[in-house]
């Protein structure tokens, strides 16, 4: 029986599973991500992971055919390694991935690719409406994009491509994104950074609130919380209803997708708070075809079925290549 390994690295957490050709998921692990001391105490958390999947699914890894990754980035591809990932220790620089993971399982088929591309994949695969042109959007600690134009995913030369969350929507630059730069969608809307946004938006127009700034828990949780309760929750959420169909709206123009399907915590656990505000814009925003724009239904799982996808199908999410 042929088996496949399917990685997903997140700045929290590593998960593997082994799956067989039908995508079933035969067996599974998952640790923490070791925040140091180095970035090969990820790469050996990870090669642990998939050693215990495959003790749960009950084969050796020296068999497993093929190996897909999602991964946070930014990536070097060439290397096929994560370098100076922006959401760890500043002393994880580098977190080799292919080369450890192909001599484990003594294949050279082994597919890295950023966890948004990843998720793009497992969307083609998995879902019942999968065009040749579609888009996988998280919008979780960080907000990205895999693009899937034409029936090609794109990665990019460096495989960044789709780093939607770093496009400028606000050319004033009222914040500034993890990154470093201004007026990014991230710095807006993304889960790390809705309560600073909440925060200033306050500190420029203080009317009354039941939400408590300093209080250690406040959270973007807390302000969704107060939805229809809360006249500043209300405000806060419709800002970023503004900016998210502004970033999808862009999204729209430069790849013209049939179907965008939304996944990440903060679309996940505010499904109707999140996408209805999006979906009421679009028509005000596009002067092209607007597409469906979904919740995945793949959930969490979404990254690690992806490779999964990715490992079956030569990395690229196409069943016709099964
Ligand atoms: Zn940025």
Redesign the pocket.
């Known amino acids: 029986m042929a088996v496949y390994v399917g990685v997903d690295l997140g700045a929290t957490n590593i998960r593997a599973v082994v799956a067989d050709s039908s995508a079933a998921i035969l067996g599974s692990a998952m640790a923490e991500t070791p925040r140091g001391p180095t970035g090969i105490a990820v790469t050996e958390a990870i090669l642990d992971a998939i050693r215990a999947a495959c003790g749960q699914a009950g084969v050796t890894p020296g068999t497993v055919t093929a190996c897909g990754i999602g991964s946070i980035g930014p990536l070097d591809l060439a290397a096929g390694a994560v370098e100076n990932p922006a959401n760890l220790p500043d002393r994880i620089d580098r977190i080799p991935l292919t080369g450890p993971i192909s001599k484990l399982l003594a294949t050279e088929d082994v597919y890295l690719h950023n966890d948004t591309i990843a998720g793009v994949i497992g969307e083609r695969f998995h879902s019942e409406r999968n065009p040749d042109d579609m888009v996988y959007l998280t919008i979780s600690s960080g907000i990205g994009a895999g693009v899937c134009v034409d029936g090609t995913v794109i990665a990019g030369w460096d495989g960044n491509a789709g780093e939607v969350?770093?496009m400028t929507l606000d050319p004033h630059g009222f914040m500034t994104?993890?990154?470093?730069?201004d007026g990014?969608w991230?710095?807006y809307c993304s889960g790390n950074n809705i309560p600073r946004y909440a925060e200033r938006l306050h500190a420029e127009d203080p009317i009354e609130t039941d939400l408590a700034f300093d209080d250690p828990a406040f959270s973007a949780a807390s302000i969704f919380d107060l939805a229809g309760e809360d006249a500043f929750a209300d405000h806060v959420i419709d800002q970023l209803g503004h900016w998210n169909a502004m970033g999808v709206a862009n999204i729209i123009h430069a790849y013209a997708p049939l179907v965008i399907n939304v996944g990440g915590a903060v679309a996940l656990n505010n499904p109707n708070l999140v996408l209805d505000p999006i979906r009421d814009r679009l028509d005000e925003m596009v002067m092209t075809n607007i597409p469906e724009v979904n919740l995945t239904e793949l959930g969490d799982d979404v990254v690690v079925k992806g490779a999964v996808a990715s490992a079956l199908t030569g990395g690229t999410g196409d069943r016709s290549k099964l």
């Not at 994104?177 to 730069?181: N, S």
């Open positions: 969350g770093h994104c993890g990154c470093g730069h990014h991230e710095a």
